[in-house]
């Protein structure tokens, strides 16, 4: 069986886990958002591959769902006590290693399709990791400035980090996805699956984004299987990170239904034929089969039961 999974960062490493256990030996293709990807202290940055790549490869800290297990903080101390802006974001000095060789690649005309395999190769994920494209893409988050009471445009790792997305945004601007093109195979990839799954990501920043490259959103709506997502929303809220400050401002409802209308029925020029949500939670989707299951990745058998049933959802 050939799987291919649209992803975000730790809720789409997570499940990406239990896609690999639900199906052991199928050949299974990770498109990976790159649109928080962001240059700090002169190093590349990508925090939703690195995610998958670090959790699938057994080096995750399993408590934050980011970032290294084991992880030290020396260069992010030394940084601090030179005064080196920014102060909000956190290098641990394992993770710095990867950076390193990722931008010493890039630097050296390695597209990032290419370094992410490279790096993959250390983690033996399992899977076949590829960014969204090679080119790069930044999501900006349009807020007011509280001190100035203007509008300005930051980087969505600065709206998420430093402000925790405590500034209202007014928009989502993925600078440079349009002039964006696919990675190499992941049009191929799509092509060929037997099953296409939308994880339970971020439905703007994450997968929004990775639909946004130019022929992606095409190619799910194109390709030879059924397509199946899974809610990022439970009981009307976000399960982990803020898809509830991002959904309105695209005026979509934070519940189940709501993302799932926003994706809509590949039937009628959306995205999906198959939607999963958490038991208990109601959801109509004109054209779509929605089915309630849970949705919780509370450990690795809930993981692997979320996968299961999204693959059954597939081969309907």
């Given at each position: 069986?050939?799987?291919?999974?649209?992803?975000?960062?730790?809720?789409?490493?997570?499940?990406?886990?239990?896609?690999?256990?639900?199906?052991?030996?199928?050949?299974?293709?990770?498109?990976?958002?790159?649109?928080?990807?962001?240059?700090?202290?002169?190093?590349?940055?990508?925090?939703?591959?690195?995610?998958?790549?670090?959790?699938?490869?057994?080096?995750?800290?399993?408590?934050?769902?980011?970032?290294?297990?084991?992880?030290?903080?020396?260069?992010?101390?030394?940084?601090?006590?030179?005064?080196?802006?920014?102060?909000?974001?956190?290098?641990?000095?394992?993770?710095?290693?990867?950076?390193?060789?990722?931008?010493?690649?890039?630097?050296?005309?390695?597209?990032?399709?290419?370094?992410?395999?490279?790096?993959?190769?250390?983690?033996?994920?399992?899977?076949?990791?590829?960014?969204?494209?090679?080119?790069?893409?930044?999501?900006?988050?349009?807020?007011?400035?509280?001190?100035?009471?203007?509008?300005?445009?930051?980087?969505?790792?600065?709206?998420?980090?430093?402000?925790?997305?405590?500034?209202?945004?007014?928009?989502?601007?993925?600078?440079?996805?349009?002039?964006?093109?696919?990675?190499?195979?992941?049009?191929?990839?799509?092509?060929?699956?037997?099953?296409?799954?939308?994880?339970?990501?971020?439905?703007?920043?994450?997968?929004?984004?990775?639909?946004?490259?130019?022929?992606?959103?095409?190619?799910?709506?194109?390709?030879?299987?059924?397509?199946?997502?899974?809610?990022?929303?439970?009981?009307?809220?976000?399960?982990?990170?803020?898809?509830?400050?991002?959904?309105?401002?695209?005026?979509?409802?934070?519940?189940?239904?709501?993302?799932?209308?926003?994706?809509?029925?590949?039937?009628?020029?959306?995205?999906?034929?198959?939607?999963?949500?958490?038991?208990?939670?109601?959801?109509?989707?004109?054209?779509?089969?929605?089915?309630?299951?849970?949705?919780?990745?509370?450990?690795?058998?809930?993981?692997?039961?979320?996968?299961?049933?999204?693959?059954?959802?597939?081969r309907a």
């Amino acid at each position: 069986m050939h799987i291919v999974v649209l992803a975000g960062g730790v809720g789409g490493a997570r499940f990406l886990r239990g896609v690999t256990a639900a199906a052991p030996g199928a050949r299974i293709t990770a498109v990976i958002n790159t649109g928080d990807d962001v240059t700090l202290h002169g190093l590349r940055i990508c925090p939703d591959l690195d995610s998958v790549m670090y959790t699938l490869g057994d080096g995750i800290d399993e408590d934050r769902g980011w970032g290294r297990r084991d992880e030290t903080w020396t260069v992010r101390a030394e940084l601090a006590a030179y005064g080196a802006e920014p102060t909000w974001f956190g290098l641990g000095d394992r993770d710095v290693a990867t950076h390193l060789v990722r931008t010493r690649m890039l630097d050296a005309g390695y597209p990032l399709s290419e370094v992410t395999a490279a790096l993959a190769d250390r983690w033996r994920p399992g899977v076949r990791l590829l960014p969204m494209s090679d080119q790069r893409v930044g999501t900006h988050v349009v807020v007011t400035d509280p001190a100035t009471g203007r509008t300005r445009a930051i980087h969505f790792q600065e709206w998420w980090i430093r402000h925790r997305a405590a500034l209202d945004a007014h928009r989502f601007v993925q600078v440079g996805v349009d002039d964006a093109r696919p990675a190499p195979g992941v049009l191929e990839e799509l092509a060929a699956a037997d099953a296409v799954l939308l994880a339970p990501s971020n439905p703007v920043v994450s997968i929004g984004t990775v639909l946004g490259v130019p022929g992606i959103r095409d190619a799910v709506r194109a390709a030879g299987s059924r397509v199946v997502g899974v809610s990022p929303i439970v009981g009307g809220a976000a399960v982990r990170g803020m898809a509830d400050r991002c959904l309105p401002v695209v005026g979509v409802e934070v519940s189940a239904e709501g993302v799932g209308r926003h994706y809509g029925a590949r039937s009628a020029g959306g995205l999906l034929d198959a939607w999963l949500v958490h038991t208990g939670d109601a959801a109509d989707v004109p054209g779509v089969d929605v089915r309630a299951v849970p949705l919780l990745m509370t450990d690795p058998e809930a993981t692997t039961a979320l996968a299961r049933a999204a693959l059954d959802a597939a081969r309907a």
